[in-house]
T-cell receptor, first 120, second 111 residues
Framework: GAVVSQHPSRVICKSGTSVKIECRSL??????MFWYRQFPKKSLMLMAT?????????EQGVEKDKFLINHASLTLSTLTVTSAHPEDSSFYIC????????????????FGPGTRLTVL | KQEVTQIPAALSVPEGENLVLNCSFT??????LQWFRQDPGKGLTSLLL?????REQTSGRLNASLDKSSGRSTLYIAASQPGDSATYLC??????????FGDGTTLTVKP
């Protein structure tokens, strides 16, 4: 079945540095990917919609200059947390939808395994 | 704006019990609904997906139902086992692929 991977799975960085997280669809193409954030013991909140070949669409309250999203190809979206601070420490998960040829969506939304970011 | 609520927030049962987790959503214009399992510190494991036109889906000891008109879904777990202990998340998906998650139900099955 379709798989979505994320890299790295875990990252620890110093405050003020930038961190890039990759989301890849391994055996299907995804014109749209989604980035979610999960705080401890909370549910997942949608941060932004990553659109291949165009700008990402951010949810209300998410700083686009803080969380840079680039969807450079049909199989890769990246989320860069710029000038990370301890409050950015969280679990970040991406998802992608497998679109059949012709644009008809299949049923399943595939989620990546997540990236745990810890900012010291 | 879609809102998803899961009740109860936490549930503790003895091994072998059958149990029901509840999920409700405010906007019935959904594409499908998905139930996930999340173990502590881990990612999401998809359990069942129900299309908006379907009433239920079954996989092993799990059965998920959907009543779109009333904005409700239930996840039924039969003969619970300690290995079922996890947080169960309900997600409502739009046809564009966007998911709205509930806060989850944390299940503990005691041996």
């Amino acid at each position: 079945g379709a798989v979505v991977s994320q890299h790295p799975s875990r990252v620890i960085c110093k405050s003020g540095t930038s961190v890039k997280i990759e989301c890849r669809s391994l055996d299907f193409q995804a014109t749209t990917m989604f980035w979610y954030r999960q705080f401890p013991k909370k549910s997942l909140m949608l941060m932004a919609t990553s659109n291949e070949g165009s700008k990402a669409t951010y949810e209300q309250g998410v700083e686009k200059d803080k969380f840079l999203i680039n969807h450079a190809s049909l199989t890769l979206s990246t989320l860069t947390v710029t000038s990370a601070h301890p409050e950015d420490s969280s679990f970040y998960i991406c998802s992608a939808r497998d679109l059949l040829a012709g644009g008809t969506a299949t049923d399943t939304q595939y989620f990546g395994p997540g990236t745990r970011l810890t900012v010291l | 704006k879609q809102e998803v609520t899961q009740i109860p927030a936490a549930l503790s049962v003895p091994e072998g019990e059958n149990l029901v987790l509840n999920c409700s959503f405010t906007d019935s214009a959904i594409y499908n609904l998905q139930w996930f399992r999340q173990d502590p510190g881990k990612g999401l494991t998809s359990l069942l997906l129900i299309q908006s036109s379907q009433r239920e889906q079954t996989s092993g000891r799990l059965n998920a139902s959907l009543d779109k008109s009333s904005g409700r879904s239930t996840l039924y777990i039969a003969a619970s086992q300690p290995g079922d202990s996890a947080t169960y998340l309900c997600a409502v998906n739009t046809n564009a692929g966007k998911s709205t998650f509930g806060d989850g139900t944390t299940l503990t099955v005691k041996p």
